[in-house]
């Protein structure tokens, strides 16, 4: 008996959904398809029942890791916890943040890695740092457009930085205070 649709619908989330947290964790080329559909409970001719290519993947597991600050505004406009400047700040310089990348942010994790990557997922990709920074802009104050897309420019590119550099280092000591400066200097008033 075949799948229903709605059944390969929800293997093909679950599967996005692995690889979305997985190459996180390991990068692109750390995960393969083979450990992937294990993983799922599958097997590894499955995968072109889900997906054309190994591209077709990523550019869905990266989609899937995209829009983290999104949905905690849109929480935060349904009464949820409201997004701040300062708390997107310190969310992302979180030690939750530094020792889980599988859960974390795609940019910090894989971004020299999304910089060799398709056409497909790179315009994705360019979407979503585009809508990233109009969030940015959105929580800042002043009414100079070109000042305030600059310093959102600056805080996600520090963030980024700070959260891979933070990463990278053995020295536990030196991972947060990389963290922890880059959050002061990015909330000190200008």
């Known amino acids: 008996m075949g799948y229903s649709q709605a059944q390969k619908e929800k293997t093909h989330k679950r599967i996005v959904s692995i690889a979305s947290y997985r190459f996180r964790e390991k990068g ?45 505004k849109e929480a935060a406009e349904s009464g949820g916890q409201p997004l701040t400047f300062a708390s997107l700040i310190d969310d992302y310089v ?8 599988g859960a ?9 890695e999304i910089a060799r990557s398709d056409k497909r997922t790179r315009a994705l ?10 969030l940015i802009v959105g929580l800042l104050p002043g009414r100079d457009k070109p000042a305030t897309r600059s310093k959102a420019i600056l805080t996600f590119s520090a963030l980024v930085g700070a959260m891979s550099l933070a990463r990278a280092v053995s ?9 922890k400066t880059v959050a002061d200097l990015l909330k000190k008033p200008a």
């Open 125 to 134: 990709t360019s979407d979503q740092v585009k809508a990233d920074l109009e």
């Open 104 to 112: 974390g942010c795609a940019f910090s994790s894989l971004a020299p």
């Open 171 to 179: 020295d536990e000591v030196l991972s947060r205070e990389i963290l």
């Open 28 to 72: 692109l080329a750390g995960f393969g398809i083979a450990e992937l559909m294990k993983e799922a409970g599958l097997t590894v001719g499955g995968f072109y029942k889900h997906f054309d290519s190994r591209g077709e993947l990523v550019a869905e597991a990266l989609n899937d890791a995209f829009g983290v600050w999104q949905r905690q």
């Open 94 to 101: 979180s030690d939750v943040h530094r020792k889980n990348p």
